[in-house]
């Protein structure tokens, strides 16, 4: 069927439910490796002859995140992410893995909820997550694990009586192609930066 609209900007075009896609993203579908989609629910999209000025969300509870990947090393299961269409909307905190152009010109998902599940030494290890960014073609992020130091080198998570080397998570992000990689403890918790392309 081919159809013609015609209209005048600005415009409103009432939608009940959305998809976006992530193209040339580490953030895959874990199912099949396909680019990763996200559905919200919405109201409405207003655009003008610039492009997409504001989306009406409805309520979160009906957003849909299949499970993903990072670069088949963090399985991804989020259950809250928002759509940043504006980078001025955005907020985090500045001591985050993105350089300041990088955050200035961000659209993607912001990832506000969802843990985080990777495997060193044949143990499966979980953390949390305080912020991923899936950006255009990156995806940036802190987690963080609840646990103690065992000594200068090793943690042991709180859920787990496995104990892994610092240096070899590490190790396991750097082989696997993230950058900007930052492990540090503190207040009883292990924090992971990283940014991957």
Request: charged content about 25%; proline content about 4%; some cysteine.
């Given at each position: 069927m081919i159809m013609k609209i015609k209209y005048c900007y600005p415009a409103t075009l009432s939608t009940?439910?959305?998809?976006?896609?992530?193209?040339?993203?580490p953030l895959k579908n874990s199912s099949d490796q396909s680019e990763f989609k996200a559905y919200f629910e919405t109201d409405y999209i207003r655009f003008n002859e610039t492009g997409i000025q504001t989306i009406q969300f409805l309520n979160n509870e009906?957003?849909?995140?299949?499970?993903?990947?990072i670069n088949d090393v963090l399985e991804v299961n989020i259950e809250n992410a928002n759509l940043i269409i504006n980078p001025k909307?955005?907020?985090?905190?500045?001591?985050?893995?993105l350089l300041r152009k990088e955050s200035d010109r961000f659209t993607g998902l912001q990832i506000s909820e969802a843990s985080v599940r990777f495997r060193l030494n044949s143990s499966?290890?979980?953390?949390?997550?305080e912020q991923i960014l899936a950006?255009?073609?990156?995806?940036?992020?802190?987690?963080?694990?609840?646990?103690?130091?065992?000594?200068?080198?090793?943690?042991k998570p709180k859920q787990s009586e496995q104990i892994?080397?610092?240096?070899?998570?590490?190790?396991?992000l750097q082989k696997n192609g993230f950058y900007r990689i930052k492990i540090e403890v503190f207040n009883e918790y292990l924090s992971i930066e990283f940014y991957a392309e």
């Amino acid at each position: 069927m081919i159809m013609k609209i015609k209209y005048c900007y600005p415009a409103t075009l009432s939608t009940d439910k959305i998809a976006v896609t992530l193209e040339n993203n580490p953030l895959k579908n874990s199912s099949d490796q396909s680019e990763f989609k996200a559905y919200f629910e919405t109201d409405y999209i207003r655009f003008n002859e610039t492009g997409i000025q504001t989306i009406q969300f409805l309520n979160n509870e009906n957003n849909c995140f299949p499970s993903a990947n990072i670069n088949d090393v963090l399985e991804v299961n989020i259950e809250n992410a928002n759509l940043i269409i504006n980078p001025k909307s955005l907020f985090f905190n500045r001591n985050f893995p993105l350089l300041r152009k990088e955050s200035d010109r961000f659209t993607g998902l912001q990832i506000s909820e969802a843990s985080v599940r990777f495997r060193l030494n044949s143990s499966v290890f979980e953390a949390s997550c305080e912020q991923i960014l899936a950006g255009p073609n990156y995806v940036a992020g802190k987690l963080l694990m609840e646990g103690k130091l065992t000594n200068e080198n090793e943690f042991k998570p709180k859920q787990s009586e496995q104990i892994f080397r610092l240096s070899e998570l590490e190790e396991l992000l750097q082989k696997n192609g993230f950058y900007r990689i930052k492990i540090e403890v503190f207040n009883e918790y292990l924090s992971i930066e990283f940014y991957a392309e």
